[in-house]
């Protein structure tokens, strides 16, 4: 490869553009191109981009500078290196338009994961452009791809599941925007996320698990740091409503009601909202009782639930139809008798009162065993 006369040139130029704080890297890459010292010229570019203050200096850096020896470094850190050169271009359609320049010279069979990134990128433009057919798309093609990969770089699967986020938020498909978005944020260090960022994912998270029909069990939600996010902000009483969810908590749950003004999506679904934290009590109903002691009276659930006695039958028949418990309902006695209640994630509380039963469970086996082996003695004489 033949070094490019004009590189210096243009290195100085922007030389003097950049802050003093980067100054000094213009002499590292001068230096390392002419050297051609290709990998550490890369991670040279990688830290110079990783610095804020580099963002008006990306692009032309990417034009100029990058692209001319392009095919000396790995082809997945190439498609970084532009991504972060397209996030500084301002018009969503110009940026797409770059990256599909990128896209194409990686779409290759020895360069696919580094096509997938690319291709995932590019999509992110073209959804914040509101183009959800090409999304829909992308997302199938490249989900092909990653199937078919032995294994996937936690960044090409980190941007396959933040456009998918993304798509199924704007569908409104609160269940699956909930599992790609935990699965998201599974893929990514949270503190490398900027603090609005956090926020906005801890928010809508939170919206998904509430108003997921297929979505019960929430407990994994609580457990994740991006939750504290929302602590000490004027979001702080989502978190707070979704400990209520979890715990079948109905008193919580009308205290934090009043709330539901400052989102219209929840003051809409109030119906859906009063159903599932029914069903979520008396899920934690069965579950707060021993193995042995799951026979509940209606007027048991009925005084977990707030709800009238005549509709306790139906609350139960919705949460047998979801799979939430498997039982059966005694018409004539009027009780529920459960044998299984849906596995769960558990918060500390729950945790600690599984814990009290385990205790009384194994002090009623002690006493058991004290009182066979008395018994025994008789009968073996």
């Not at 004009?6 to 050297?35: C, G, M, V, W």
């Not at 994912?201 to 979505?215: M, Q, V």
């Not at 715990?247 to 159903?275: C, M, V, Y």
Request: aromatic share 8%.
């Amino acid at each position: 490869m033949e070094i490019d006369s004009d590189i210096p040139q243009f290195l100085a130029s922007q030389k003097q553009q950049a802050p003093a704080s980067l100054q000094n890297y213009y002499h590292t890459f001068e230096d390392l191109y002419e050297r051609k010292l290709w990998h550490q010229l890369t991670l040279a570019v990688q830290e110079f981009v990783s610095k804020p203050e580099s963002g008006p200096l990306q692009v032309d850096l990417y034009n100029n500078f990058i692209s001319d020896w392009e095919a000396k470094m790995s082809q997945q850190k190439l498609v970084s290196l532009g991504v972060s050169a397209a996030k500084q271009i301002r018009d969503n359609e110009e940026a797409r338009e770059f990256l599909k320049a990128l896209t194409e010279k990686v779409n290759k069979d020895e360069t696919r994961e580094a096509y997938v990134l690319a291709k995932m990128e590019t999509t992110h433009f073209g959804l914040l452009l509101g183009d959800l057919d090409t999304t829909k798309k992308d997302l199938e093609e490249c989900g092909k791809y990653l199937e078919g990969f032995d294994s996937v770089d936690p960044q090409i699967n980190a941007s396959f599941l933040r456009v998918s986020a993304d798509y199924y938020k704007i569908k409104a498909d609160y269940a699956k925007y909930y599992k790609n978005a935990l699965l998201y944020l599974a893929c990514v260090n949270i503190d490398d996320l900027s603090v609005p960022e956090r926020a906005s994912r801890a928010n809508d998270l939170a919206l998904s698990a509430l108003l997921g029909d297929s979505i019960y069990n929430f407990g994994e939600l609580l457990m994740h740091p991006i939750l504290e996010s929302l602590v000490g902000t004027e979001r702080e009483w989502l978190k707070n409503l979704l400990f209520a969810f979890n715990s079948g908590d109905i008193g919580k749950f009308e205290a934090l009601a009043p709330h539901f003004a400052q989102e219209n999506i929840l003051q809409s679904n109030i119906t859906a909202l009063r159903q599932k934290i029914c069903l979520m009590s008396l899920t934690e109903t069965v579950f707060k009782r021993s193995s042995d002691n799951r026979s509940i009276p209606f007027g048991t659930i009925s005084s977990e639930t707030k709800l009238p006695l005549e509709e306790v039958e139906i609350l139960v028949m919705k949460a047998l139809s979801l799979g939430l418990i498997k039982g059966s309902i005694d018409q004539v006695d009027a009780v529920v008798r459960v044998h299984w209640v849906q596995p769960r994630v558990l918060d500390r509380n729950q945790i600690k009162g599984m814990q009290e039963r385990l205790v009384a469970w194994n002090e009623n086996v002690r006493k058991t065993a004290i009182t066979m082996e008395a018994e025994a003695v008789d009968v073996y004489a």
